[in-house]
């Protein structure tokens, strides 16, 4: 147990479907993260939020829209997406963007097909 | 940029035997830390070992050691005595250790089997 939940563990949506992922860390940390696990491709971070403020955005197209209330959640929301965003969608987080203790631990992610 | 490789899409290893992973990876900073994580198939990442960049020794977490050579910029990782539960993806990662450079730079993974 990481101390980092997400929920669904799957989802299956069609292109004009709005849903939204959901991300909870139960460690203190000030630092959340989305990445996205496509099949052999290297983890690609989406967006970084550090006291609930966006601090980076990897030009992930609009159909992503990430959302944190507080530093304890974060929500990717979800619309129009299309085949090819089918992918592991994981959360993780750490203490703090940029300070010394920075391994980030990881959610189990969610399995997302859009069909 | 930096970048990350894994060489090794595939290994396997017999339970009980050592093996060894590859990573390189490309950076022109003196400062940073190099991780390894482990995803079984439960998906979960899994921190297994990381290492700073400033220290000469290498670290070690039970049976995972790793084999950091600055200069070569390699980071490799040997687990002894393979165990069945050992079977999973391992990433090797890379991080700055300057402020404000936050991400995690990961490799594409090598798929390890355990063979009993």
């Known amino acids: 147990e990481t101390g980092v939940t997400q929920t669904p563990r799957h989802l299956v949506m069609g292109m004009t479907n709005k849903k939204s992922l959901k991300c909870e860390q139960h460690?203190?940390?000030?630092?959340m993260y989305w990445y996205k696990q496509s099949a052999k491709k290297p983890l690609e971070l989406m967006f970084v939020?550090?006291?609930?403020?966006?601090?980076e955005n990897n030009s992930v197209p609009s159909r992503f829209s990430p959302e944190c209330p507080n530093s304890s959640h974060l929500f990717l929301h979800l619309h129009t997406l299309q085949p090819e965003d089918s992918a592991l969608y994981l959360c993780?987080?750490?203490?703090?963007?940029?300070?010394?203790?920075?391994?980030?631990?990881f959610g189990p992610g969610t399995r997302l097909t859009v069909l | 940029a930096q970048t990350v490789t894994q060489s090794q899409p595939e290994m396997s290893v017999q339970e009980a035997e050592t093996v060894t992973l590859s990573c390189t990876y490309d950076?022109?900073?003196?400062?940073?830390?190099l991780f390894w994580y482990k995803q079984p198939p439960s998906r979960q990442m899994i921190l297994v070992i990381r290492?700073?960049?400033?220290?000469?020794q290498n670290a070690t977490e039970n049976r995972f050691s790793v084999n950091f050579q600055k200069a070569a910029k390699s980071f490799s990782l040997k687990i002894s005595d393979s165990q069945l539960g050992d079977a999973a993806m391992y990433f090797c990662?890379?991080?700055?250790?300057?402020?404000?450079?936050?991400?995690?730079?990961f490799g594409k993974g090598t798929r390890l089997s355990v063979i009993a």
């Open positions: 990662a890379y991080r700055s250790a300057f402020a404000g450079n936050t991400p995690l730079v």
């Open positions: 993780a987080s750490s203490q703090d963007v940029s300070g010394s203790t920075d391994t980030q631990y």
């Open positions: 460690l203190g940390h000030n630092a």
């Open positions: 950076t022109s900073e003196s400062d940073y830390y």
């Open positions: 939020y550090s006291l609930e403020e966006r601090v």
């Open positions: 290492q700073e960049a400033y220290k000469q």
